[in-house]
């Protein structure tokens, strides 16, 4: 937890950063980009140690902390300005981290993290069994990723009307 503190108090100006950190605040200086950053710190910090998801709001919550603030930090890397483009950036993040979930359910529940959320999961399944029963970690990971198509479905959906090219500076 130690670096994450003191990045968090290098992009927030409350010690003096490192020259990388120092160049980082320059390309992040817009507040919603350092508030992006924020919310990936405190992503990465939640995935320190077990996990469990409570429910389906949580589980959005965390995708955007460490997939849809990505979306956001990579338009202010590209120089996207058009405000357009943001939600389809933060929508395409979350997708991302919810297949990524999908796809290693077995393997994190070995960890001790489970996000699949409480609010869908059969009360009698255990997850720590997960690690032994690959039909159920298979069976709840397709309800996350029906979710999950939900948003790329959107995606494709609001993408036809986009123009081709997104306006950069």
Request: with cysteine; net charge negative.
């Amino acid at each position: 937890h130690t670096e994450l503190a003191r990045l968090r108090a290098e992009l927030q100006g409350a010690s003096a950063p490192r020259p990388i950190v120092a160049g980082v605040r320059r390309l992040l200086a817009d507040p919603l980009h350092l508030a992006a950053a924020e919310a990936l710190l405190a992503g990465v910090e939640s995935d320190i140690g077990p996990v469990v998801v409570a429910d389906t709001d949580a589980l959005v919550r965390y995708a955007y902390a460490v997939a849809g603030s990505v979306g956001v930090l990579m338009c202010a890397v590209l120089g996207v300005r058009d405000p357009v483009a943001l939600p389809f950036a933060i929508d395409l993040g979350i997708a991302m981290q919810l297949t990524n979930i999908c796809r290693d359910v077995k393997e994190d529940a070995a960890l001790g993290r489970v996000y699949l959320p409480g609010d869908v999961l059969v009360p009698a399944i255990d997850p720590t069994a997960w690690t032994a029963t690959g039909w159920a970690a298979v069976s709840l990971g397709m309800v996350v990723m029906s979710y999950a198509m939900n948003l790329w479905r959107g995606q494709n959906e609001l993408l036809r009307p986009a123009p081709r090219r997104v306006t950069t500076h």
